[in-house]
């Protein structure tokens, strides 16, 4: 008759196979379990994957004992052990975009706060900050304050928006605790406009705890002088910083002049016409949008360009512009008009030419389409050249009303 299979018999290498997928907490428990079990919990290739996976640690590391090496990692940095894995990603991606693209704002990233800062700065404001937010700034204390902001600018003649990651202290030194802005902090701010994006830190606000909103008045309410309605950029500090890592690793967003133009385009938003490439990307400014009454104020930014091997007699000049903008309700306006914001490009083999406008809707999403009519300088000519369709659509929202309800709710409940 065969032994039983147990513990004590089972070889090495398949144990070591079981254990690879193992957690640090099962990991933990093994140790405790038997001898056995101890031993093969021990061994320095299990703590090395759970290193590199929790802590990104990398194989150029020389480590004796990366049990050790983990339990080090983990009494400084355990509270975020969940998120600091993605948290530090993002940051990693946002350093290697910025560092090549945009060294001023490169140069501005402040190091990181200690945890006693961090429980310092809560204990000031009375109120606990997210965990992603305190990992965030235990690796990085926001930007030392310039004019190029880590986290986008948006830019059209009457108006700059550009948004500058805070550092701890102006961030809670900013802390709102009274009126519609009771429980919230700022954590982004433009020094043109004063334009904040605030962390809600309760949900004794009416929003969720964690959220990262645009407060805009409610120019129905104003009476009060207090009521704010909210836009919402991001629904946890997590998912609002990741997010915007992604696009940058993506490579999203153009960079002119060592700054981040936050403009989206749609992949399918492009059209070409007789040799002439249109593409749109698009922004919503939520600083210049109110909920009530509604009004919904975008950003687009248009590029043109003719191919390099386009023969130079197909030269042409912008004459006039056409456009029909349709609400979300379908009602239709055409716009017509000479040039370009005043401008009457030529386009030429290698030309590329950009111009900045804005619009706005009554409702919150809508879209544009239309045609730029072109002149031959070499026949005279005219042509028509397309425009794609390029959609708009506002950040979430929820006005004061909505707010001031939930806060009730969440009063009772308590």
Same mark, same amino acid.
């Given at each position: 008759?065969? /032994?039983?299979?147990? +513990?004590?018999?089972? !070889?090495?290498? =398949?144990?070591?196979?079981?254990?690879?997928?193992?957690?640090?907490?099962?990991?933990?428990?093994?140790?405790?379990?038997?001898? @056995?079990?101890?031993?093969?919990?021990?061994?320095?290739?299990?703590?090395?994957?759970?290193?590199?996976?929790?802590?990104?640690?990398?194989? #150029?590391?020389?480590?004796?004992?990366?049990?050790?090496?983990?339990?080090?990692?983990?009494?400084?940095?355990?509270?975020?052990?969940?998120?600091?894995?993605?948290?530090?990603?993002?940051?990693?991606?946002?350093?290697?975009?910025?560092?090549? #693209?945009?060294?001023?704002?490169?140069?501005?990233?402040?190091?990181?706060?200690?945890?006693?800062?961090?429980?310092? $700065?809560?204990?000031?404001?009375?109120?606990?900050?997210?965990?992603?937010?305190?990992?965030?700034?235990?690796?990085?204390?926001?930007?030392?304050?310039?004019?190029?902001?880590?986290?986008?600018?948006?830019?059209?003649?009457?108006? &700059?928006?550009?948004?500058?990651?805070?550092?701890? @202290?102006? /961030?809670?030194?900013?802390?709102?605790?009274?009126?519609?802005?009771?429980?919230?902090?700022?954590?982004?701010?433009?020094?043109?406009?004063?334009?904040?994006?605030?962390? &809600?830190?309760?949900?004794?606000?009416?929003?969720?705890?964690?959220?990262?909103?645009? !407060?805009?008045?409610?120019? %129905? +309410?104003?009476?009060?002088?207090?009521? %704010?309605?909210?836009?919402?950029?991001?629904?946890?500090?997590?998912?609002?910083?990741?997010?915007?890592?992604?696009?940058?690793?993506?490579?999203?967003?153009?960079?002119?002049?060592?700054?981040?133009? @936050?403009?989206?385009? *749609? =992949?399918?938003?492009?059209?070409?016409? #007789?040799?002439?490439?249109?593409? &749109?990307?698009? $922004?919503?400014? !939520?600083?210049?949008?109110?909920?009530?009454?509604?009004?919904?104020?975008?950003?687009?930014?248009?590029? %043109?360009?003719?191919?390099?091997?386009?023969?130079?007699?197909?030269?042409?000049?912008? *004459?006039?512009?056409?456009?029909?903008?349709?609400?979300? *309700?379908?009602?239709?306006?055409? &716009?017509?008009?000479?040039?370009?914001?005043?401008?009457?490009?030529?386009?030429? !083999?290698? $030309?590329?030419?950009?111009?900045? #406008?804005?619009?706005?809707?009554?409702?919150?999403?809508?879209?544009?389409?239309?045609?730029?009519?072109? @002149?031959?300088?070499?026949?005279? +000519?005219?042509?028509?050249?397309?425009?794609?369709?390029?959609?708009?659509?506002?950040?979430?929202?929820?006005?004061?009303?909505?707010?001031?309800?939930?806060?009730?709710?969440?009063?009772?409940?308590?």
């Amino acid at each position: 008759m065969a /032994a039983p299979v147990n +513990l004590n018999n089972i !070889p090495d290498d =398949p144990l070591n196979h079981i254990f690879s997928y193992l957690d640090y907490k099962d990991l933990v428990s093994c140790c405790r379990a038997c001898h @056995r079990l101890h031993a093969v919990a021990e061994n320095n290739v299990h703590w090395k994957r759970l290193c590199q996976f929790y802590w990104l640690e990398t194989n #150029s590391i020389s480590v004796s004992d990366w049990k050790q090496h983990f339990v080090a990692w983990y009494k400084d940095y355990g509270r975020y052990v969940n998120c600091y894995r993605k948290i530090k990603k993002a940051w990693t991606n946002i350093e290697n975009f910025i560092e090549k #693209s945009c060294p001023k704002i490169y140069s501005s990233i402040q190091s990181g706060v200690s945890e006693e800062v961090l429980t310092e $700065a809560e204990n000031r404001i009375h109120q606990n900050l997210p965990d992603a937010f305190r990992c965030s700034y235990r690796i990085h204390n926001g930007q030392s304050l310039i004019t190029h902001g880590l986290m986008g600018t948006v830019k059209i003649a009457s108006h &700059v928006r550009t948004q500058e990651l805070l550092d701890l @202290r102006t /961030a809670t030194n900013n802390y709102q605790d009274h009126g519609d802005l009771k429980f919230m902090m700022p954590i982004t701010l433009c020094p043109f406009t004063h334009v904040a994006q605030l962390l &809600v830190l309760s949900e004794d606000s009416g929003l969720g705890y964690g959220q990262v909103v645009y !407060p805009t008045p409610d120019n %129905m +309410l104003l009476s009060n002088n207090s009521a %704010m309605d909210f836009f919402i950029s991001g629904n946890s500090f997590e998912d609002w910083f990741i997010s915007y890592a992604q696009d940058l690793e993506r490579n999203t967003f153009s960079v002119v002049n060592g700054q981040i133009y @936050r403009l989206y385009r *749609e =992949p399918s938003c492009i059209a070409v016409t #007789s040799g002439i490439q249109v593409t &749109v990307a698009t $922004a919503f400014m !939520p600083e210049l949008s109110t909920i009530n009454p509604p009004h919904f104020f975008f950003v687009y930014y248009i590029t %043109m360009s003719m191919a390099e091997d386009e023969d130079p007699k197909e030269s042409c000049q912008l *004459e006039t512009r056409h456009w029909i903008i349709t609400n979300e *309700e379908g009602n239709e306006e055409r &716009v017509d008009g000479p040039g370009v914001v005043g401008e009457y490009p030529i386009m030429r !083999p290698k $030309a590329i030419y950009s111009y900045t #406008s804005c619009c706005s809707f009554a409702t919150p999403t809508g879209n544009m389409r239309g045609t730029f009519t072109f @002149r031959n300088l070499k026949t005279g +000519l005219n042509m028509e050249v397309e425009c794609p369709v390029f959609h708009m659509k506002c950040l979430p929202y929820i006005t004061c009303a909505q707010a001031h309800q939930q806060a009730t709710e969440v009063k009772k409940g308590k």
